[in-house]
């Protein structure tokens, strides 16, 4: 069994910044490429950033220069390092981890945090 969780979400004003967490947890041989992803209400769900195993990262055009996704392969976490925040970041932030078990490699996501930013 492997849980995904994911921390750091809050509220924040223009031009603030927040750093989020997904810690991977259980029986876990690897934790492989993490995505963030986000979900805007009446909207529908975006990618925002990935990172492989070996730190190969990618982001979306809208956050470039101001999300910065990392991860410590140590503690198997991924953080989302969000700066120079903007009303339409608001949203709700999920993590998906494809990760190595005994069995085989599986996918999974958390449950998600909410992200405001509003003055």
């Known amino acids: 069994q492997v849980h995904i969780v994911e921390s750091g979400g809050g509220l924040v004003q223009p031009g603030g910044s927040l750093r989020l967490s997904c810690a991977a947890s259980?029986?876990?041989?690897?934790?492989?490429?993490v995505a963030w992803y986000r979900q805007a209400p009446g909207k529908p769900r975006e990618l925002v950033a990935t990172?492989?195993?070996?730190?190969?990262?990618n982001s979306a055009d809208s956050v470039k220069g101001r999300f910065t996704i990392s991860r410590d392969n140590a503690v198997d976490t991924v953080f989302l390092q969000m700066n120079s925040l903007k009303p339409e970041d608001t949203a709700v932030y999920y993590c998906?981890?494809?990760?190595?078990?005994?069995?085989?490699?599986?996918?999974?996501w958390g449950q998600g945090t909410q992200v405001t930013v509003s003055s």
């Open positions: 998906n981890a494809h990760v190595t078990e005994r069995l085989g490699r599986f996918n999974y």
């Open positions: 259980g029986d876990i041989i690897s934790l492989d490429t």
């Open positions: 990172i492989t195993s070996g730190g190969t990262s």
